[in-house]
């Protein structure tokens, strides 16, 4: 399983001829062999090009055919063995059992999508057969979905196997009918020429178009905008920062022909606790939220990086559990140095605002983070947007309000975010219930009771939310429901039955579930 450094197109190993660099080791904290080679405008526009001729083939082959693609792509990844889990240790420094967890929540997506493939709801069939004797009469109505096209996907630093080469994005695209042309992350390169040639693999083993799946690698943002721009393009699928989704929006929307973008971007995932949950179980929350903060040195989009609290009994218990457990933690290697230097710039602007009190803040090396809490008051939080800013590591702020009401007003000052979380007991219903409208306004997740790291992958999950923590509030980038945001529906209006789709022939050929004049049926 050597690795070469070399882009894949039309599904072979192919070296970029726009300069080269090299992998870093956080833990090492040196650049790692083998030189990786750009890819030039020229390989990124054939690579797009290839994807959209592929698209009609793709999208042709049959629900089981594209279930069994999937199934494949997750047999060949599980065969790159023990090889892919150390070189990714090795890029981000993440520890095996987390690397090792992280395969297999890679592998069960894939399998999700095939199973909901194989199930065949997701085409939302819909048939409104005729009515000639209605004045006027009705013609033959018949709907499905259809994917959109190629699907340019955008690996992440912090999910070198879930939301990269083979993540969510992916799955969800290829799921779809969609092809997919991915741009390695520059931050782990090795794990994503590894997971790439597993999925050309199984593209060659299912006997699918070379086209379907395209590996590019490069730095900066050119490769991105050039991608994203490019006409056989129909989608984007990205999780990174606020200003590399915007600046890819930015140039979907100039388009001669605009695409959506599905972008995660910011999130602070605020945590209320509610009063009697803080007087019951004050110091039990505080040792949990520690240890959500800091699990994965913080490097998850849904780190609880916002507190919210009424002044009253348990909240000293909460500050001092938390306090102390933070304190107890040690720093860690983060993911890549541009995360590191950041996390270091947001932590010392927010211990050197004259609003905010310091409660703890772990000293930390070069390349590494150190957990930190700070406390602030509802009213100064109001009045300095600059404390909204999510501080991407284990880093959190706590908000002190005089009463309900004040926290109400905390929560629709809040951007959009990936999730919010609820600390109470039963006593708190009355409280939870007045901020129920609110948060489903602001957030795509809702928790009681438990910490927002963590996100299951399964069919009701949402992992999205207003913006700005997506660039569309109305998707999802965890669960099955991911794959609508490469779908678009088309209607067939009198076609003779000879050119009808399968799923939307008379006698249900492939056995899926329709709405048929109304009814949700298998007829």
Not at 117 to 128: I, P, Q, T
Not at 135 to 157: E, H
């Amino acid at each position: 399983m050597s690795i070469t450094g070399d882009a894949i197109i039309n599904g072979l190993a192919e070296r970029g001829g726009a300069g080269a660099f090299q992998a870093w080791a956080p833990g090492q904290r040196e650049h790692i062999e083998p030189a990786f080679h750009m890819v030039t405008p020229e390989q990124i526009d054939r690579a797009c090009t290839l994807a959209g001729d592929a698209f009609d083939a793709f999208r042709a082959t049959g629900d089981a055919a594209r279930a069994q693609f999937l199934e494949t792509v997750a047999e060949q990844v599980l065969a790159i063995g023990d090889a892919l889990i150390e070189r990714a240790m090795l890029e981000t420094g993440l520890p095996r059992v987390r690397l090792e967890g992280e395969r297999m929540r890679t592998v069960g997506q894939l399998r999700l999508f095939a199973t909901l493939l194989r199930e065949g709801s997701w085409n939302d069939a819909r048939l409104d057969t005729a009515l000639p004797e209605r004045a006027p009469p009705r013609p033959d109505l018949r709907m499905r979905l259809i994917g959109v096209g190629p699907v340019a996907v955008f690996a992440a630093s912090n999910f070198p196997l879930a939301f990269s080469v083979a993540g969510g994005d992916t799955a969800s695209a290829f799921a779809a009918g969609c092809p997919v042309v991915l741009k390695a992350h520059s931050a782990h390169p090795g794990t994503s020429e590894l997971v790439g040639r597993a999925i050309a693999r199984a593209v060659a083993q299912c006997g699918l178009p070379a086209g379907v799946f395209a590996l590019l690698s490069g730095t900066g943002n050119g490769i991105g905008q050039r991608l994203v721009a490019h006409p056989a393009i129909q989608a984007v699928g990205f999780t990174g920062s606020r200003s590399g989704g915007l600046a890819l929006m930015a140039v979907a929307a100039a388009r001669k022909q605009p695409i959506p973008v599905y972008a995660e971007m910011s999130s602070i995932n605020p945590v209320f606790l509610l009063p009697e949950a803080l007087a019951n179980r004050g110091e039990e929350i505080g040792k949990g939220f520690a240890a959500s903060l800091t699990m994965g040195v913080g490097q998850f989009c849904t780190n609880p990086g916002l507190v919210l609290a009424i002044d009253g009994p348990g909240l000293d218990d909460f500050t001092n559990a938390a306090s102390d457990a933070l304190a107890a933690s040690s720093s860690a290697v983060m993911l890549n140095q541009g995360i590191a230097d950041s996390y270091r710039k947001g932590v010392e602007a927010l211990a050197g605002n004259d609003a905010i009190t310091t409660l703890a803040r772990l000293a930390h090396e070069e390349g590494q983070g150190g957990a930190a809490l700070f406390r602030t008051t509802a009213d100064e939080f109001l009045a300095r947007t600059e404390l909204h800013d999510e501080v991407f590591g284990p880093a959190s702020v706590l908000v002190v309000c005089k009463d309900a009401g004040k926290m109400r007003d905390v929560a629709e000052a809040i951007e959009g975010q990936l999730t919010a979380t609820l600390q109470l007991d039963a006593g708190d219903i009355a409280a939870a219930r007045a901020l129920l409208p609110t948060l489903e306004r602001k957030v795509g997740r809702i928790l009681a009771n438990g910490y927002p790291t963590g996100v299951e992958v399964s069919t009701a999950m949402v992992h999205g939310g207003p913006f700005p923590s997506t660039a569309d509030g109305r998707s999802t980038s965890v669960g099955t429901g991911a794959i609508s945001r490469f779908l678009r529906p088309v209607c067939y209006q009198n076609l003779p039955a000879a050119l009808l789709p399968e799923v939307l022939q008379d006698g249900n050929p492939l056995g899926a579930w329709r709405r048929r004049d109304g009814a949700l049926t298998k007829e």
